[in-house]
């Protein structure tokens, strides 16, 4: 797992110690703004990037994408659900949850 925004290392920092706490994965500052165009989430006009979310599995392919307005924030327990449904290897119905019966096999 890896965090990311146009903000500064110097203001995650701040956000850490004055609010967010501890961190238990990496944050990086793209404030050179080459990820979050990479991405398609640059908001170029206010430099800043949308709320983007990407599942990116070992092989390097982006296998889930969300991306929200700069007011809304993200689900954690969306993002876990869709791990889990990933991992589990099969065919997962909507709204499927973890310990739930899958649909079958997928392919």
């Known amino acids: 797992m890896l965090g990311a925004s146009t903000d500064s290392v110097y203001s995650h920092l701040a956000w850490v110690q004055n609010g967010l706490g501890a961190i238990p994965f ?3 500052g793209d404030t050179g703004h080459q990820l979050s165009s990479a991405f398609g989430v ?3 006009d206010a430099g800043v990037a949308y709320r983007g979310t990407f599942i990116i599995d070992p092989a390097g392919t982006i296998v889930a ?3 929200n307005d700069l007011n809304v924030g993200r689900s954690v ?3 876990v659900r869709l791990l889990a449904a990933f991992r589990s290897g099969d ?3 909507c709204d499927w ?3 739930e019966q899958t649909l079958g096999k997928a392919g």
């Open 97 to 99: 949850n973890p310990g």
């Open 65 to 67: 994408a969300h991306v």
């Open 42 to 44: 640059l908001k170029e």
């Open 77 to 79: 327990e969306e993002v």
């Open 91 to 93: 065919l997962t119905g």
């Open 26 to 28: 990496p944050l990086v």
